[in-house]
């Protein structure tokens, strides 16, 4: 079974940055269109970025221009660089495929504050 373990989080001020990383054991990792999603306490899951296995990535209209998802198929690993960071983008966050096919990780906490 594949596992995701998500990590990078931490706490930061505004404006500064953090760049997530989530490994895989899966030997299949290529074949997936892989994401990260975030959840803030009291909201549900969002999809923060896509990227798909020959680089096309896409981003939700909030992180636009401030992130940046990347991947490594030789690694099993997708990374998410996070630049100009808010109080909003305070998160949970958590990586999978798009069809969200894979169990869930543990997650990395992001908390932006001053």
């Known amino acids: 079974q594949v596992q995701l373990v998500e990590s990078g989080g931490g706490l930061v001020q505004p404006g500064e940055s953090l760049r997530l990383s989530c490994a895989t054991s899966g030997n299949i990792f290529s074949m997936y269109v892989m994401a990260w999603y975030r959840q803030a306490p009291g909201k549900e899951r969002e999809l923060v970025a896509r990227?798909?296995?020959?680089?096309?990535?896409a981003y939700a209209d909030s992180v636009q221009g401030r992130f940046s998802i990347s991947r490594d198929n030789a690694k099993n690993t997708v990374y998410l660089q996070m630049d100009s960071l808010k109080p909003e983008d305070t998160a949970r966050y958590y990586c999978?495929?798009?069809?969200?096919?894979?169990?869930w990780g543990p997650g990395t906490q992001v908390t932006v504050s001053s």
């Open positions: 999978n495929t798009i069809a969200q096919e894979l169990a």
């Open positions: 990227i798909f296995s020959a680089g096309t990535t």
